[in-house]
Nanobody
Framework: QVQLVESGGGLVQAGGSLRLSCAAS????????MGWYRQAPGKQRELVAG???????RYADSVEGRFTISRDYAKNTVSLQMNSLKPEDTGVYYC????????????WGQGTQVTVSS
């Protein structure tokens, strides 16, 4: 069973780009706003981008203008295009529900590591 499976991370130099992808179970994907979260070393997990079921996106101030979130209903995937990467973007990236009802997130996947070198 799919649940949430992230991919696409890697090591990139500052200024470079990466595209992350998340495969989600249809039961999660079809009815929820989805988000990409980042957990940097020694820090709490934070939302970096979210997208509603109708496609409206929101971004953390730190990534506004550099990251683009999208969703594909045919493939049940959520993607995050990351451009102009900075060392402070380093962390493990996860996808999950954005603003889940009652604070109940889906089970977290393994995440995908993004490392940006200076």
């Amino acid at each position: 069973q799919v649940q949430l499976v992230e991919s696409g991370g890697g090591l990139v130099q500052a200024g470079g780009s990466l595209r992350l992808s998340c495969a989600a179970s249809s039961s999660i994907f079809s009815i929820n706003a989805m988000g990409w979260y980042r957990q940097a070393p020694g820090k709490q997990r934070e939302l970096v981008a979210g997208i509603t079921t109708s496609g409206n996106a929101r971004y953390a101030d730190s990534v506004e203008g550099r990251f683009t979130i999208s969703r594909d209903y045919a493939k049940n995937t959520v993607s995050l295009q990351m451009n102009s990467l900075k060392p402070e973007d380093t962390g493990v990236y996860y996808c999950n529900i954005d603003q889940p009802r009652g604070g109940l997130f889906a089970s977290w996947g393994q995440g995908t590591q993004v490392t940006v070198s200076s």
